[in-house]
């Protein structure tokens, strides 16, 4: 299942480099655009670069979403029944191509990061912590983003549901401080998830914005979230045969 999935990148090469180009313009147009007038200590490149990189894990479940919905609708998943075959192949196969997907992501953003002159300074092991995060992060968002593909059932809906990523991400201290927010917002946006996971990243990567103690959030919350959406995805794909 996974090397279907990763076959599907062969013949639609386009929709890959889009996905990965998308989260870089992202933060160019921050880093140069938004950024300059932002004062932060340490400077907002250190600071916008991890928590583009969170971002970046919340950004693009629309292309897992998709598939998921297009393989319902086309009947492939009642072929995939038929065949001597796990049940759960179907989901983790998609979502073990999505975090290769992911990692490459991430490597490139990363690669854009020090070439505008960001430099992460915890070491290696804080850069493999870091990426550790992100990507569990992202395995959490994907879950969540397959259960909700096969609630909405349809392509068309997919866009409708997408729509909320965007909300859930720019409210959080992805790119600005809480600090600089209305005091009840900056509440809300330091217990968003990706705040916490942005924050553990950043002090792992030795930049402004990071706070000790947060890695154990960072880690809490994506088990949290998997706890509640793996199973309900799993039960709901097995629903569908009856």
């Known amino acids: 299942m996974t ?8 013949r639609q090469p386009v929709q890959v480099v889009v996905g990965l180009v998308f989260p870089v313009m992202l933060l ?3 880093g140069y655009l938004v ?22 894990m919340a950004f693009g479940l629309e292309g897992t979403m998709l598939a998921v919905t297009q393989d319902l609708n086309k009947g492939v998943i009642d072929r ?19 975090m290769l997907q992911s990692a490459v992501g991430l490597t490139v953003m990363i690669g854009v990061g020090y070439a505008i002159g960001w430099r992460p300074h915890g070491g290696v092991s804080g850069l493999l912590g870091a990426v550790g995060l992100l990507l569990l992060f992202r395995f959490a968002m994907l879950w969540i983003g397959i259960h909700l593909a096969m609630v909405a059932g349809k392509p068309e809906l997919v866009q ?3 729509i909320l990523v965007w909300p859930i ?3 959080s201290n992805a790119i600005a401080t809480p600090e600089s927010m209305p005091g009840w917002l900056g509440t809300v946006v330091e217990w968003n998830p990706m705040s916490q996971t942005a924050t553990a990243v950043r002090d792992l990567f030795g930049g402004p914005g990071g706070e000790p103690g947060h890695v154990w959030a ?14 309900l995805a799993v039960r709901r794909f097995r629903g569908l045969s009856k």
């Open 3 to 10: 090397r279907r999935e990763l076959a599907h990148w062969a």
């Open 35 to 56: 950024g300059g007038g932002r004062e932060v200590e340490g400077g907002y490149v250190d600071y916008l670069v991890p928590g583009m990189l969170a971002l970046t």
């Open 80 to 98: 995939f029944r038929s065949m001597p075959m796990a049940n759960s192949a179907v989901l983790v196969g998609r979502s073990a191509a999505d």
């Open 28 to 30: 160019l147009m921050f």
């Open 218 to 231: 960072a880690v809490v919350w994506p088990l949290v979230l998997l706890g509640v959406f793996f199973p």
């Open 169 to 171: 991400g720019f409210l």
């Open 160 to 162: 409708a549901v997408q």
